[in-house]
């Protein structure tokens, strides 16, 4: 310690001050996740959910549920709407990039000032050596305040005022003592540069990122299934029609074969093929209403419309048409999924955080090096006032020095060290396993999808041909050329023929739709803005290292 003299070392104190106000104002990582994902888009339709929103739908799960009536409207587009903004478990999902989000205020508050205090008492009982005195005592009360910031550089800069209040009873001396001091600590090599000192920030806003991907994902599944179930109850009910119109034949033909059998052109034996046919329209009837009622309940929980009960009906205001998609080749397909598919770029990020754990834990091996320094000034006098005035004399303290530590093994760090090693490799194999598997997903749906396609054709011209050979088979019973049973064949063929015609265009809708939700594309097909629209984008020698090129 130097006890120095020396005119206007003060002001060295107020050069503190000004660095430590300064330091508030430092540039600390405080962006916005637009860093990561560009600015917002105009019209987002998958939004995170916010306090307001909170609030809102806690209020509405409490009060009592108005039962609403009269079926629902809703054509595809709107369906799909209802479902972003009603669905239960969506609205659970939209609370975590919010939650995250916190994480990273958590992470930017190591970097804020923090301002403090203390109080401390003390008294001391001595017997002196003068016997005119006899027993004596002091005793000192002190506040202190104090203003520190630590900066991303490594930094620590602290001002420190306090005042000293001496009572020592027969003694004539000064009273009050006020100090005034400057501090900084400057880390060497452990802790040194904002490389390290950000890293917990930078890992806190990736994970907002995942929690935006995890979103996106939870989005496209939620979109692929609420336009499956449109799909599904609308092909239910169009099955409904058709067994319908089955049984209106299979009734026309026993009334027919009941009349011939009255005036003597059949005999009575083919009374039994026919009510049989009648019959099993009827057990094909109910089937069909029943799947319709599964299928309606299970549109209904996607699109949670208000209320809670499950008796609602749906009018749909879209039929089943053939999509007009060309299938040729699945590698433009694959490059999308390779850019978009949300639980890849996922596993992208891990590969970043993983970096970013490396700085960390390789910072730990490091020894710790820290530089201070301390600048006071001290004024002393028989009243607050004077004691502060007196600051401005010329003496001052000046202390310096280092502090160096490390553990002689230092194994703790060694093992964080080679964990983080270990776990960015295995992400970046999950990196490489992860697009292999989204290749491979949506390789298998474009060869479902040009199935389906194809399917479409083949069951329309078998429904066509079934309708001819049914009029045929119909008119050969005109004539008596012809059974009662070969008749309900041919209309059980036609039935089964009509059926797999609708079938065979929803499969190829939900076909597309799975397709698109495999390579990522589907909201973005849809018209709908999400985060986690980007491509998470990691080190191009990497992704050589741990996904070769494949041998000529």
Same mark, same amino acid.
């Given at each position: 310690m130097w006890i120095v003299q020396r005119s206007h070392v003060f002001s060295w104190l107020l050069l503190g001050s000004a660095c430590l106000l300064l330091a508030s104002c430092s540039p600390v990582e405080t962006g916005s996740n637009e860093d990561f994902i560009g600015p917002a888009p105009q019209r987002a339709l998958v939004q995170e959910t916010t306090?307001?929103?909170?609030?809102? *739908?806690?209020?509405?799960?409490?009060?009592?549920?108005? *039962?609403? +009536?009269?079926?629902?409207?809703?054509?595809?587009?709107?369906?799909?709407?209802?479902?972003? &903004?009603?669905?239960?478990? =969506?609205?659970?999902? $939209?609370?975590?990039?919010?939650?995250? #989000?916190?994480?990273?205020?958590?992470? @930017?508050?190591?970097?804020? /000032?923090? =301002?403090?205090?203390?109080?401390?008492?003390?008294?001391? %009982?001595?017997?002196?050596?003068? @016997?005119?005195?006899?027993?004596?005592?002091?005793?000192?009360?002190?506040?202190?305040?104090?203003? +520190?910031? =630590? @900066?991303?550089?490594?930094?620590?800069?602290?001002?420190?005022?306090?005042?000293?209040?001496?009572?020592?009873?027969?003694i004539p001396q000064d009273k009050f003592a006020t100090t005034a001091g400057f501090s900084a600590t400057q880390s060497l090599l452990r802790g040194f540069g904002p490389d390290v000192n950000y890293v917990s920030l930078r890992q806190a806003r990736l994970d907002v990122l995942n929690s935006q991907y995890q979103l996106r994902g939870f989005a496209e599944s939620l979109v692929a299934s609420t336009e499956e179930a449109y799909w599904n109850y609308a092909l239910a009910q169009r099955q409904i029609e058709i067994v319908i119109q089955s049984l209106g034949l299979a009734q026309k033909q026993l009334d027919d074969t009941l009349e011939r059998i009255r005036v003597g052109t059949v005999a009575q034996t083919e009374q039994a093929a026919a009510e049989a046919e009648v019959a099993s329209r009827h057990e094909a009837l109910i089937d069909a209403r029943s799947a319709a009622d599964k299928a309606r309940i299970t549109l209904l929980r996607l699109l949670s419309p208000g209320g809670t009960t499950f008796d609602r009906e749906i009018t749909l205001l879209d039929t089943p048409a053939v999509p007009a998609v060309e299938l040729n080749d699945p590698d433009p397909y694959v490059q999308v999924g390779l850019k978009l598919r949300p639980d890849l770029n996922e596993a992208k990020l891990q590969v970043n955080r993983g970096d970013l754990q490396i700085v960390k834990t390789k910072n730990g091996l490091l020894p710790q090096l820290d530089l201070f320094a301390n600048l006071s000034r001290t004024g002393y006098a028989d009243s607050f006032g004077a004691s502060v005035t007196n600051l401005k004399s010329p003496n001052y303290t000046f202390l310096a020095g280092a502090t160096f530590s490390l553990p002689p093994l230092n194994r703790l760090a060694r093992a964080e060290y080679t964990n983080s090693v270990l776990a960015r490799d295995q992400a970046m194999m999950a990196v490489s396993n992860m697009a292999q598997l989204v290749e491979s997903d949506v390789r298998t749906a474009f060869i479902e999808a040009r199935r389906t396609?194809? *399917?479409?054709?083949?069951?329309?011209?078998?429904? #066509?041909? *079934?309708? &001819?050979?049914? #009029?045929? &088979?119909? &008119? $050969?019973?005109?004539?008596?050329?012809?059974? %009662?049973?070969? !008749?309900?064949?041919?209309? $059980?063929?036609?039935?089964?023929?009509?059926?797999?015609?609708?079938?065979?265009?929803?499969?190829?809708?939900? %076909?597309?739709?799975?397709?698109? $939700?495999?390579?990522?594309?589907?909201?973005?097909?849809?018209?709908?803005? %999400?985060?986690?629209?980007?491509? !998470?984008?990691?080190?191009?020698?990497?992704?050589?290292?741990?996904?070769?090129? /494949?041998?000529?």
């Open positions: 306090r307001a929103e909170a609030l809102r *739908q806690v209020n509405a799960a409490t009060e009592p549920a108005t *039962q609403p +009536s009269g079926p629902i409207q809703v054509t595809l587009s709107q369906a799909v709407l209802m479902a972003l &903004e009603n669905n239960r478990a =969506f609205v659970v999902q $939209r609370y975590n990039p919010p939650l995250e #989000r916190t994480l990273v205020e958590q992470q @930017l508050a190591a970097f804020d /000032p923090n =301002f403090g205090g203390s109080f401390t008492f003390e008294r001391l %009982s001595t017997t002196a050596q003068n @016997l005119t005195l006899g027993k004596t005592f002091s005793q000192s009360y002190t506040p202190q305040l104090a203003l +520190s910031e =630590f @900066l991303p550089t490594g930094t620590t800069l602290a001002l420190m005022g306090q005042t000293t209040i001496n009572e020592f009873p027969g396609q194809e *399917q479409v054709t083949a069951t329309a011209a078998t429904s #066509r041909l *079934q309708q &001819e050979t049914v #009029r045929a &088979e119909m &008119e $050969r019973f005109q004539v008596g050329k012809s059974t %009662s049973l070969l !008749v309900s064949l041919a209309q $059980r063929d036609l039935l089964s023929a009509q059926i797999a015609e609708v079938q065979a265009v929803v499969a190829y809708t939900n %076909s597309l739709v799975e397709l698109y $939700r495999l390579n990522g594309s589907l909201l973005l097909r849809r018209n709908i803005a %999400s985060p986690g629209d980007k491509a !998470v984008e990691i080190n191009a020698a990497d992704l050589r290292k741990y996904n070769p090129p /494949p041998a000529p």
